[in-house]
Protein backbone atom coordinates (compact mmCIF):
# COMPACT_ATOMS: atom_id res chain seq x y z
CA UNK A 1 0.00 0.00 0.00
CA UNK A 2 0.85 3.57 -0.74
CA UNK A 3 2.87 5.50 2.17
CA UNK A 4 2.58 8.95 0.41
CA UNK A 5 0.17 11.03 2.17
CA UNK A 6 -1.55 13.11 -0.54
CA UNK A 7 -3.46 16.26 -0.11
CA UNK A 8 -7.35 14.97 -0.13
CA UNK A 9 -7.91 16.50 -3.69
CA UNK A 10 -5.03 15.26 -5.08
CA UNK A 11 -5.66 11.58 -3.64
CA UNK A 12 -9.41 11.95 -5.24
CA UNK A 13 -7.84 12.86 -8.51
CA UNK A 14 -5.11 10.09 -8.51
CA UNK A 15 -7.78 7.54 -7.18
CA UNK A 16 -10.25 8.29 -10.15
CA UNK A 17 -7.80 8.21 -12.59
CA UNK A 18 -6.72 4.50 -11.33
CA UNK A 19 -10.79 3.72 -10.82
CA UNK A 20 -11.37 4.86 -14.52
CA UNK A 21 -8.71 2.89 -16.16
CA UNK A 22 -9.31 -0.24 -14.37
CA UNK A 23 -13.12 0.24 -15.29
CA UNK A 24 -12.51 0.73 -18.67
CA UNK A 25 -10.65 -2.64 -18.34
CA UNK A 26 -12.98 -4.52 -16.91
CA UNK A 27 -16.78 -3.66 -16.46
CA UNK A 28 -18.57 -1.98 -14.35
CA UNK A 29 -20.47 -4.70 -12.66
CA UNK A 30 -17.05 -7.31 -12.59
CA UNK A 31 -15.00 -4.62 -11.13
CA UNK A 32 -14.78 -4.52 -7.82
CA UNK A 33 -13.99 -1.48 -5.27
CA UNK A 34 -11.01 -3.64 -3.29
CA UNK A 35 -9.57 -4.02 -6.96
CA UNK A 36 -9.61 -0.35 -7.58
CA UNK A 37 -7.64 0.38 -3.98
CA UNK A 38 -5.38 -2.46 -4.80
CA UNK A 39 -4.38 -1.07 -8.09
CA UNK A 40 -4.53 2.44 -6.62
CA UNK A 41 -2.38 1.12 -3.86
CA UNK A 42 -4.93 2.23 -1.16
CA UNK A 43 -6.84 0.31 1.16
CA UNK A 44 -10.91 0.40 0.52
CA UNK A 45 -11.63 2.48 3.47
CA UNK A 46 -9.24 5.22 2.16
CA UNK A 47 -10.95 4.64 -1.39
CA UNK A 48 -14.88 5.09 0.41
CA UNK A 49 -13.73 8.19 2.22
CA UNK A 50 -13.67 9.99 -1.30
CA UNK A 51 -16.73 8.13 -2.88
CA UNK A 52 -19.90 6.95 -1.35
CA UNK A 53 -20.17 3.88 -3.34
CA UNK A 54 -19.07 1.59 -6.44
CA UNK A 55 -21.83 3.73 -8.20
CA UNK A 56 -20.66 6.99 -7.59
CA UNK A 57 -17.10 6.26 -8.16
CA UNK A 58 -18.52 4.71 -11.74
CA UNK A 59 -20.40 8.24 -12.31
CA UNK A 60 -16.94 10.36 -11.52
CA UNK A 61 -15.12 8.56 -13.67
CA UNK A 62 -18.02 9.25 -16.39
CA UNK A 63 -17.91 13.03 -15.58
CA UNK A 64 -14.10 12.88 -15.70
CA UNK A 65 -13.91 11.19 -19.29
CA UNK A 66 -16.17 13.48 -20.34
CA UNK A 67 -14.39 16.53 -19.22
CA UNK A 68 -11.31 15.33 -20.77
CA UNK A 69 -13.36 14.54 -24.39
CA UNK A 70 -14.97 18.40 -24.17
CA UNK A 71 -11.89 20.00 -23.18
CA UNK A 72 -10.41 18.21 -26.51
CA UNK A 73 -13.39 19.35 -28.66
CA UNK A 74 -12.89 22.99 -27.39
CA UNK A 75 -9.37 22.58 -28.25
CA UNK A 76 -10.00 21.36 -31.44
CA UNK A 77 -12.63 23.88 -32.87
CA UNK A 78 -9.89 26.69 -31.16
CA UNK A 79 -7.52 25.65 -33.67
CA UNK A 80 -10.00 24.70 -36.66
CA UNK A 81 -10.55 28.45 -38.20
CA UNK A 82 -13.30 27.31 -40.74
CA UNK A 83 -16.51 26.83 -38.95
CA UNK A 84 -17.95 24.56 -41.43
CA UNK A 85 -15.35 21.93 -40.44
CA UNK A 86 -16.00 22.23 -36.87
CA UNK A 87 -19.06 19.50 -36.53
CA UNK A 88 -16.46 17.05 -38.24
CA UNK A 89 -13.25 17.95 -36.65
CA UNK A 90 -14.46 17.42 -33.08
CA UNK A 91 -15.89 13.77 -34.56
CA UNK A 92 -12.96 13.26 -36.28
CA UNK A 93 -10.77 14.15 -33.09
CA UNK A 94 -12.84 11.49 -31.06
CA UNK A 95 -12.76 8.71 -33.57
CA UNK A 96 -8.80 9.34 -33.81
CA UNK A 97 -8.41 10.02 -30.15
CA UNK A 98 -6.09 7.26 -28.65
CA UNK A 99 -6.03 8.74 -25.11
CA UNK A 100 -10.49 9.87 -24.58
CA UNK A 101 -11.83 7.51 -26.39
CA UNK A 102 -10.99 4.02 -25.87
CA UNK A 103 -11.97 4.99 -22.26
CA UNK A 104 -15.20 7.03 -22.73
CA UNK A 105 -15.91 4.30 -25.41
CA UNK A 106 -15.93 1.32 -22.65
CA UNK A 107 -17.45 3.13 -20.07
CA UNK A 108 -20.51 4.32 -21.93
CA UNK A 109 -20.77 1.07 -23.77
CA UNK A 110 -21.16 -0.18 -19.79
CA UNK A 111 -23.46 2.40 -18.50
CA UNK A 112 -25.87 1.76 -21.08
CA UNK A 113 -25.87 -1.88 -20.59
CA UNK A 114 -26.01 -1.25 -16.74
CA UNK A 115 -29.34 1.52 -17.36
CA UNK A 116 -31.57 -1.30 -18.15
CA UNK A 117 -30.90 -2.63 -14.17
CA UNK A 118 -29.69 0.11 -12.37
CA UNK A 119 -31.81 3.33 -11.93
CA UNK A 120 -29.32 5.58 -10.83
CA UNK A 121 -27.13 5.02 -13.85
CA UNK A 122 -30.08 5.05 -15.98
CA UNK A 123 -31.20 8.96 -14.59
CA UNK A 124 -27.20 10.11 -14.65
CA UNK A 125 -26.92 8.86 -18.52
CA UNK A 126 -30.19 10.88 -19.79
CA UNK A 127 -28.72 13.96 -17.92
CA UNK A 128 -25.38 13.15 -19.62
CA UNK A 129 -26.44 12.26 -23.14
CA UNK A 130 -28.52 15.54 -22.80
CA UNK A 131 -24.81 17.42 -22.05
CA UNK A 132 -23.10 16.36 -24.49
CA UNK A 133 -25.71 17.14 -26.82
CA UNK A 134 -25.93 20.55 -25.41
CA UNK A 135 -22.19 20.86 -26.47
CA UNK A 136 -22.61 19.74 -30.01
CA UNK A 137 -25.88 21.75 -30.66
CA UNK A 138 -23.74 24.58 -29.34
CA UNK A 139 -20.93 24.26 -31.79
CA UNK A 140 -22.84 23.60 -34.41
CA UNK A 141 -25.29 26.85 -34.09
CA UNK A 142 -22.33 29.00 -33.67
CA UNK A 143 -20.94 27.18 -36.98
CA UNK A 144 -24.76 28.24 -38.34
CA UNK A 145 -24.87 31.59 -37.16
CA UNK A 146 -21.05 32.32 -38.97
CA UNK A 147 -22.56 30.80 -42.09
CA UNK A 148 -20.54 27.57 -42.03
CA UNK A 149 -23.34 25.01 -41.70
CA UNK A 150 -26.67 25.55 -44.50
CA UNK A 151 -29.12 26.98 -43.10
CA UNK A 152 -31.95 25.14 -43.02
CA UNK A 153 -30.14 22.14 -41.57
CA UNK A 154 -31.88 21.35 -37.81
CA UNK A 155 -29.23 21.77 -35.55
CA UNK A 156 -30.72 19.82 -32.37
CA UNK A 157 -31.73 17.01 -34.61
CA UNK A 158 -27.87 17.13 -36.04
CA UNK A 159 -26.51 17.03 -32.49
CA UNK A 160 -28.65 13.56 -31.66
CA UNK A 161 -27.22 12.27 -35.18
CA UNK A 162 -23.40 13.31 -34.08
CA UNK A 163 -24.24 11.36 -30.76
CA UNK A 164 -25.17 8.53 -33.02
CA UNK A 165 -22.18 8.26 -34.91
CA UNK A 166 -20.53 8.49 -31.81
CA UNK A 167 -22.29 5.59 -29.91
CA UNK A 168 -21.80 3.75 -33.63
CA UNK A 169 -18.12 3.95 -33.22
CA UNK A 170 -18.36 2.79 -29.59
CA UNK A 171 -19.61 -0.48 -30.76
CA UNK A 172 -16.89 -0.43 -33.95
CA UNK A 173 -14.27 -0.21 -31.04
CA UNK A 174 -15.76 -3.45 -29.26
CA UNK A 175 -16.18 -5.22 -32.34
CA UNK A 176 -12.49 -4.76 -33.12
CA UNK A 177 -13.16 -1.97 -35.99
CA UNK A 178 -15.72 -4.03 -37.78
CA UNK A 179 -16.69 -0.69 -39.78
CA UNK A 180 -12.94 0.89 -39.67
CA UNK A 181 -12.35 1.53 -43.34
CA UNK A 182 -15.63 3.55 -43.52
CA UNK A 183 -15.47 6.41 -41.03
CA UNK A 184 -13.68 8.16 -43.98
CA UNK A 185 -16.35 8.14 -45.85
CA UNK A 186 -19.20 8.62 -43.52
CA UNK A 187 -17.13 11.79 -42.36
CA UNK A 188 -17.35 12.98 -46.22
CA UNK A 189 -21.11 12.18 -46.43
CA UNK A 190 -22.11 13.85 -43.02
CA UNK A 191 -20.13 16.93 -44.18
CA UNK A 192 -21.46 17.16 -47.40
CA UNK A 193 -24.87 17.18 -46.01
CA UNK A 194 -24.37 20.10 -43.19
CA UNK A 195 -21.92 22.15 -45.21
CA UNK A 196 -22.19 21.33 -49.50
CA UNK A 197 -18.80 20.85 -49.07
CA UNK A 198 -17.23 18.40 -50.93
CA UNK A 199 -13.77 15.98 -49.74
CA UNK A 200 -10.91 14.12 -51.02
Not at 28 to 35: F, L
Not at 87 to 92: F, H, K, L, S
Not at 170 to 198: C, F, H, K, S, Y
Amino acid sequence: MSTTRLPAEERRAALLGTACAVFSQGSYRGTTTAEIAREAGVTEPILYRHFDSKRDLYLACLEETWAGVRAMWEATVAAEPDPALWVAAIGRSFIESEVQRPVISNLWVQALAEASEDEGIRAYMKEHMREVHAYVASVGRKAQELGGIDSERNIEAEAWIFISLGLLSMADRVLDGVMLDEWPAIRAARLRWLTGLQTD
